[in-house]
């Protein structure tokens, strides 16, 4: 009886030995291959998501809501942690919004395109609405994503084109999709020209008033979003 019973106990030792081996490790996105953080403040932190062709990121848990914008698109491969590996398209321009901090994910991403596949990825620090109102802005401004947590809009200006003033009442950022050259104008401010690149941010405080004109001979693509 007794060498059955440690006989028993070796076994469910060996096994849970065996699964432990074969479980990977997970890492913080923040600490995981190829997700740089570049920015942060109390309420937000930025990641440059850049996965060169061929590379894998690896297991990492993603556990804060979060808005990411793809800046160089490729084929990747995504693995949930105990699915099917799936491919996916990644589309230049394309926002999502994601509310890990409901439900956490555990995924593993490789590209395997030609090229790099390039994501910003914006998490969201605090855990519930902060209770900020988010404007409502003029007609060239498309809204893109409105929930709980954000209102983004996509604004495409074209050489010379303008955009009207706009008021901004709550925190945000500005994620640059095309790039161009860029004339910021404030009440009271000269005017600020911006040389953007594509995969360029910038922080938005809230009670900024602001026009914004393309100067160059290219299209000009923005994502803008506040904070609610």
Same mark, same amino acid.
Not at 18 to 23: C, G, K, L, P, T
Not at 27 to 39: D, G, K, S
């Given at each position: 009886?007794?060498?059955?019973?440690?006989?028993?106990?070796?076994?469910?030792?060996?096994?849970?030995?065996?699964?432990?081996?074969?479980?990977?490790?997970?890492?913080?996105?923040? %600490?995981?291959?190829?997700?740089?953080?570049?920015?942060? #403040?109390?309420?937000?932190?930025?990641?440059?998501?850049?996965? *060169?062709?061929?590379?894998?990121?690896?297991?990492?848990?993603?556990?804060?809501?979060?808005?990411?914008?793809?800046?160089?698109?490729?084929?990747?491969?995504?693995?949930?942690? +105990?699915?099917?590996?799936?491919?996916?398209? #990644?589309?230049?321009?394309?926002?999502?919004?994601? *509310?890990?901090?409901?439900?956490?994910?555990?995924?593993?991403?490789?590209?395997?395109?030609?090229? *790099?596949?390039?994501?910003?990825?914006?998490?969201?620090?605090?855990?519930?609405?902060?209770?900020?109102?988010?404007?409502?802005?003029?007609? @060239?401004?498309?809204? %893109?994503?409105?929930?709980?947590?954000?209102?983004?809009?996509?604004?495409?200006? +074209?050489?010379?084109?303008?955009?009207?003033?706009? #008021?901004?009442? @709550?925190?945000?950022?500005?994620?640059?999709?095309?790039? +161009?050259?860029?004339?910021?104008?404030?009440?009271?401010?000269?005017?600020? @020209?911006?040389?953007?690149?594509?995969?360029?941010?910038?922080?938005?405080?809230?009670?900024?008033?602001?026009?914004?004109? #393309?100067?160059?001979?290219?299209?000009?693509?923005?994502?803008?979003?506040?904070?609610?």
């Amino acid at each position: 009886m007794n060498r059955k019973y440690f006989a028993l106990i070796g076994l469910l030792g060996c096994t849970a030995q065996a699964i432990a081996q074969e479980s990977p490790p997970v890492l913080p996105v923040e %600490e995981t291959p190829y997700h740089l953080p570049v920015f942060s #403040n109390h309420l937000v932190t930025l990641l440059n998501v850049s996965i *060169p062709s061929g590379a894998t990121a690896g297991y990492h848990r993603h556990a804060l809501d979060s808005v990411a914008l793809v800046v160089a698109q490729a084929k990747t491969r995504s693995q949930v942690l +105990g699915e099917v590996a799936k491919e996916r398209e #990644n589309l230049i321009g394309t926002l999502s919004y994601s *509310p890990y901090g409901q439900r956490s994910l555990v995924h593993n991403v490789t590209n395997i395109d030609a090229g *790099p596949v390039r994501v910003i990825l914006v998490e969201l620090l605090e855990p519930e609405p902060s209770g900020t109102t988010a404007a409502t802005r003029a007609v @060239a401004y498309k809204v %893109e994503l409105d929930n709980e947590r954000v209102r983004a809009w996509r604004l495409r200006l +074209g050489p010379g084109q303008q955009a009207p003033v706009i #008021n901004q009442s @709550a925190p945000g950022m500005r994620l640059v999709v095309e790039s +161009g050259q860029l004339i910021e104008s404030q009440p009271g401010h000269p005017d600020r @020209a911006m040389d953007l690149k594509t995969g360029d941010f910038f922080w938005q405080d809230a009670g900024s008033s602001r026009s914004l004109r #393309n100067a160059g001979s290219t299209p000009i693509e923005l994502i803008e979003f506040e904070l609610k």
